[in-house]
């Protein structure tokens, strides 16, 4: 009788264990040196990417586990895509794990960043013990900008024209507003 349980716990264990809910597999994605602002459930910096089987330019809403965007640097990873069976309502149905850094490369210092019609929304220039955001990303402030004066003008629902240069080390400068 003991034998039957064991035979039947063992059984068990190997069905739930073969369950087939959650689907993955591996896809290389490469991914832009920097983001650019999107809108889900509310507006942030999502990563851009290039669908080559569409050729055109996609966001990337999701965050990616073991991985840390470097503003600047231009991936190439593999990441392990697994489909999740039964996601939280405002969740993603995928889920993105990274695999692999197949290539990191960095931009030319003085790299330009230019953003047209950027909404002020809420959180969209934001400034805090000293330090500006841009949709939380830092970013320095050139010698003769006011970052200031937009950060004022956050949350008044205008449109603003931004350009960013990169300094380095993963570090943008505002160099322009309007």
């Not at 993603?92 to 929304?121: A, M």
Request: aromatic fraction near 14%; include cysteine.
């Amino acid at each position: 009788m003991h034998i039957r349980i064991v035979i039947l716990l063992i059984s068990c264990f190997f069905i739930i264990s073969c369950d087939d809910s959650e689907k993955s597999k591996t896809k290389n994605v490469e991914f832009f040196s920097y983001k650019t602002p999107c809108t889900g459930v509310f507006q942030k910096l999502c990563l851009v990417t290039h669908n080559t089987d569409k050729d055109v330019n996609e966001f990337f809403y999701d965050s990616i586990e073991g991985f840390d965007f470097i503003w600047g640097h231009t991936y190439q990873l593999t990441l392990k895509v697994t489909d999740i069976a039964n996601p939280p309502a405002d969740g993603s149905s995928i889920k993105y794990d990274l695999v692999k850094v197949v290539s990191d490369s960095e931009d030319s210092l003085g790299t330009s960043y230019e953003y047209e019609l950027v909404e002020l929304l809420d959180n969209t220039f934001t400034k805090e013990l000293d330090i500006f955001y841009f949709l939380g990303q830092s970013f320095e402030c050139d010698i003769n900008v006011d970052c200031d004066g937009l950060v004022n003008l956050n949350n008044s629902g205008g449109l603003v024209n931004v350009l960013f240069k990169y300094i380095g080390d993963g570090t943008i400068v505002l160099v322009q507003w309007n």
